[in-house]
């Protein structure tokens, strides 16, 4: 920036944007305070900001009743068994379509993008149905498949833009080297790609552990994940207002973290590569 | 420069992820129009045999249907219309030198990845739960009474909550957006004597209407198949049943699946028009 800012300015700047920014994140803050106060504390009027007595048991609490550890596991095999699944199927797509363009390239990713549009309750039933008759219902392994399904149209997205970023130059150079296509894709295109990679891993990870159509409705004790878990809180638990927080932090710390190391590759993962 | 070998190597790669969709695609979809023109009810007698257009009719026709698509509208457009103004302002304020812009932009984008029964659940008795929650409290404070949020207000509840998630998203576009725009052309502009208003709308806006059509479109998509929200506070009651929760409520609750295979029938056409939109858009970009 060239222009010259005044001190001023940049403090009114800093104010206004500090205030919105603690407004919006307030029900996260709020929701983290919560879940170290006393159930009586946590519905004290006036609120109790920070003098509260601060405390564990909540999360004690939360972990005993409700056998907190194994939606916690069943979130983290259906969200990365679905994220890899998803990545070992659309790298070789990805890769093909990036740099062995054809004439239909654009029309099959375009396709793929429109597999994505269809709302998920216009085929609830038939899903919900082969589910059953599979004898897949409430079955880890089912979601895993089906949030793969879900989130591959972005998967494969994700990682042609990032693919389609490499310079050819570079495979022709070592294609006079004497490179193998082997030789090529191992110690040349692959170092090269693994930023790409990992940054599809993470948002889409993110993606299927926030997912909440299918796993509400598929699941029901053996194969839920935390959005279940959560939504169980809805009544009457869901008035214990400090369970309710400490249940809740829970569910979005890790994905809080992941997040912020992901905003950049939410915004390309999210458009299709429209807005970089 | 490439070879035979390789066009047919590259096919063989992409071949898993087609097969995979198309099946993902065509299977159940298939199956939702086949259930939609059959009198299909698993509880009460299973499959009565061929429907015709009935359940098409008799969808449309139901005393619920209406409601569903006013309130399906009122929740997206009221959405998109909070997050794209405030998202828009927002993002522009945060293009604006400060102090502490790392920090700001993570409490903004925040939101976005909290999960939705989490947001919900959380709003719904924290901030509105009309005994407890602060909302009654800050009303009580001012001497008035407390709202009952979810059922007096519950369209106007579900828009907040569901803004809170995707203002966020809109944010972090449009600020994206902003920032590849040429500072040059603001500092021009502003040479030649325009002012912060004429230069919002003449550049910045222009510029920025391509990302702001895109968000339009993609939380369109988003916002149409908005669940777990309505699922965990009002259970699709105080008018708050949308498209999609009428053909959940059919499809699982009452068990008619004919009739709700009709209705998904109809959402399927309806994503599919705001889908072709974003599809050119998107499509056009690829070109380039």
Redesign the interface.
């Known amino acids: 920036?060239?222009?010259a800012?005044t001190t001023q300015r940049?403090a009114l700047?800093?104010a206004?944007?500090?205030g919105?920014?603690?407004m919006?994140?307030f029900?996260?803050l709020?929701?983290i305070l919560?879940s170290f106060k006393s159930e009586a504390q946590a519905?004290a009027?006036?609120?109790i900001f920070l003098g509260f007595d601060w405390t564990l048991e909540n999360y004690g609490v939360v972990m005993e009743r409700s056998n907190y550890a194994r939606f916690l596991i069943n979130s983290v095999i259906i969200a990365g068994g679905s994220t890899i699944l998803g990545i070992l199927?659309?790298v070789?797509?990805a890769?093909?379509?990036a740099?062995?363009p054809?004439k239909r390239t654009?029309d099959?990713?375009?396709w793929?993008?429109?597999?994505k549009?269809?709302?998920?309750?216009?085929?609830?039933?038939?899903?919900?149905?082969?589910c059953i008759q599979l004898g897949v219902l409430d079955n880890r392994l089912a979601l895993v498949v089906i949030l793969m399904?879900i989130n591959?149209?972005i998967i494969?997205w994700m990682l042609y833009t990032y693919f389609r970023e490499i310079p050819?130059e570079i495979l022709?150079a070592a294609r006079m080297d004497g490179a193998s296509?082997k030789s090529e894709i191992l110690y040349v295109l692959t170092p090269m790609a693994i930023p790409g990679i990992a940054s599809t891993l993470l948002l889409n990870f993110?993606l299927a552990?926030?997912e909440?159509?299918w796993t509400?409705?598929l699941t029901s004790v053996d194969a839920a994940p935390?959005?279940?878990f959560?939504?169980s809180?809805?009544s009457p638990e869901?008035?214990f207002?400090a369970k309710?927080?400490a249940a809740?932090t829970m569910?979005?710390a890790p994905?809080?973290i992941?997040?912020?190391f992901s905003?950049k590759q939410?915004?390309r993962g999210?458009?299709?590569?429209?807005?970089? | 420069?490439?070879t035979q070998q390789?066009?047919s190597?590259?096919?063989v790669?992409?071949a898993?992820?087609?097969f995979?969709?198309l099946v993902?695609?065509l299977?159940?979809?298939c199956?939702?129009l086949w259930?939609s023109v059959r009198n299909y009810l698993p509880l009460r007698g299973g499959d009565l045999g061929f429907a015709g257009l009935n359940n098409y009719a008799r969808f449309l026709s139901s005393s619920a249907f209406w409601p569903s698509i006013v309130t399906t509208l009122l929740i997206v457009g009221g959405v998109l219309l909070i997050s794209i103004v405030f998202g828009v302002l927002?993002a522009i304020?945060?293009d604006?030198?400060?102090?502490?812009?790392g920090?700001?932009?993570?409490?903004?984008?925040?939101?976005?990845?909290?999960?939705?029964?989490?947001?919900a659940?959380?709003?719904?008795?924290?901030?509105m739960?009309p005994v407890?929650g602060?909302f009654a409290?800050l009303w009580?404070?001012f001497g008035a009474d407390p709202v009952v949020w979810l059922s007096d207000a519950s369209i106007f509840s579900i828009i907040t909550i569901v803004s809170?998630q995707w203002?966020?998203?809109a944010t972090?576009?449009l600020l994206?957006?902003i920032q590849?725009l040429d500072?040059?052309q603001l500092?021009a502009s502003e040479m030649d004597g325009a002012g912060p208003l004429s230069r919002f709308f003449y550049i910045t806006m222009p510029h920025l209407s391509?990302?702001i059509t895109?968000v339009i479109l993609?939380q369109t998509?988003f916002l149409?198949?908005v669940?777990?929200e309505i699922?965990?506070t009002t259970g699709g009651a105080f008018g708050t049943r949308t498209l999609?929760y009428l053909?959940?409520q059919r499809?699982?609750e009452s068990q008619n699946?004919g009739l709700?295979?009709a209705g998904?029938?109809y959402?399927?056409i309806?994503?599919?028009i705001?889908?072709i939109f974003?599809?050119r858009?998107?499509?056009k970009?690829?070109?380039k």
């Open positions: 920036m060239a222009r800012v940049k700047n800093t206004l944007a500090w919105i920014g603690l919006i994140f029900p996260i709020w929701t919560t519905i009027n006036p609120p199927v659309a070789p797509a890769w093909s379509m740099f062995v054809s654009k099959i990713l375009l793929m993008l429109s597999t549009m269809l709302p998920a309750v216009g085929v609830l039933y038939p899903i919900y149905l082969l399904l591959l149209p494969v050819g022709e296509l993110i552990w926030n909440a159509f509400l409705n935390l959005t279940a959560i939504a809180y809805s869901g008035l207002f309710l927080s809740s569910a979005i994905i809080l992941l997040g912020w905003q939410l915004v999210l458009t299709f590569g429209a807005v970089k | 420069m490439a390789s066009r190597a590259a096919r790669m992409m898993p992820a087609v995979l969709l993902w695609m299977v159940p979809l199956m939702t259930f927002l304020l945060l604006q030198p400060m102090w502490g812009q920090v700001v932009r993570i409490l903004v984008i925040a939101p976005f990845f909290v999960m939705p029964t989490v947001s659940l959380v709003w719904k008795n924290m901030f739960d407890n602060l409290h009580r404070f809170w203002l966020p998203f972090l576009i994206t957006a590849s500072s040059e500092e391509r990302a895109i993609i998509i149409l198949a669940f777990a699922f965990v999609t053909i959940y499809v699982l699946v709700g295979s998904g029938v959402a399927i309806l994503a599919n705001v889908a974003l599809m858009i998107v499509g970009n690829l070109d």
